[in-house]
Nanobody, 120 residues
């Protein structure tokens, strides 16, 4: 069993910043990648940013230059620093992890989601 616990969402004004954190726990042999997705009302879930175990990152064009993702494999954490937020960033943000368990099975895991609301 693997769990992802997110923190750091909330309400912020346009131009503000938020820092989202996610910690993985459970029967983890290896974390292959971690990332953040978001889903706004009426829209599909979309990738915000992700980081692989080797450190390679991918960031959505919509947040490039405003968001930075970082990870710590030893602590099993991923952090998304978001700056210069706009109302268009309002969404539920989900932590995602691709993990190989101690049984050497690979799975795709999701956190419960954390609300980010940017007021104009």
């Amino acid at each position: 069993q693997v769990q992802l616990v997110e923190s750091g969402g909330g309400l912020v004004q346009t131009g503000g910043s938020l820092r989202l954190s996610c910690v993985a726990s459970g029967n983890i042999f290896r974390i292959d990648a971690m990332g953040w997705y978001r889903q706004a009302p009426g829209k599909q879930r979309e990738l915000v940013a992700a980081i692989r175990s080797g450190g390679a990152t991918v960031t959505a064009d919509s947040v490039k230059g405003r968001c930075t993702i970082s990870g710590d494999n030893a602590k099993k954490t991923v952090v998304l620093q978001m700056n210069s937020l706009t109302p268009e960033d309002t969404a539920v943000y989900y932590c995602n992890a691709q993990i190989t368990s101690t049984r050497l099975t690979r799975g795709d895991y999701w956190g419960q989601g954390t609300q980010v609301t940017v007021s104009s």
